[in-house]
């Protein structure tokens, strides 16, 4: 994923940063982080149960520049580390 700042979109829209924030957070009911980092965290989920890719190379994809950083939101948002929820999915999968 590119390099998404709220700064830039709202720059490209012709935008003040605060404003375009504002309208964003009225509009989707959540901040742009918040926004941007569960949109990141999907295509992580997808990333780790459709390819054999490491947690790393997904981290790098999805746009985090930390693998750690990346494994703690991981976390965080779905209480289980990346590597430990594609585990779970493998073994979701050959239920199935």
């Known amino acids: 994923m590119q390099d998404l700042t709220l700064t830039n ?5 012709n935008y003040h940063p605060t ?11 959540v901040t742009f982080i918040q926004y941007v980092t569960e949109m990141r965290m999907r ?3 997808r ?3 459709e390819t054999g ?5 997904i981290a790098e994809l ?3 520049s930390s693998p750690g950083y ?15 929820f594609r585990l779970a ?3 979701k999968k050959q239920q199935s």
């Open 19 to 29: 404003y375009f924030s504002e309208m964003f957070k009225e509009a989707a009911g």
């Open 53 to 57: 890719l490491t947690v790393w190379d």
């Open 70 to 84: 990346f494994s703690s939101k991981f976390k965080k948002m779905f209480h289980m580390s990346p590597s430990d």
């Open 62 to 64: 999805v746009g985090f």
């Open 89 to 91: 999915a493998t073994r």
């Open 9 to 13: 979109l709202a720059e490209q829209y």
């Open 47 to 49: 990333l780790l149960t």
């Open 43 to 45: 295509q992580a989920v």
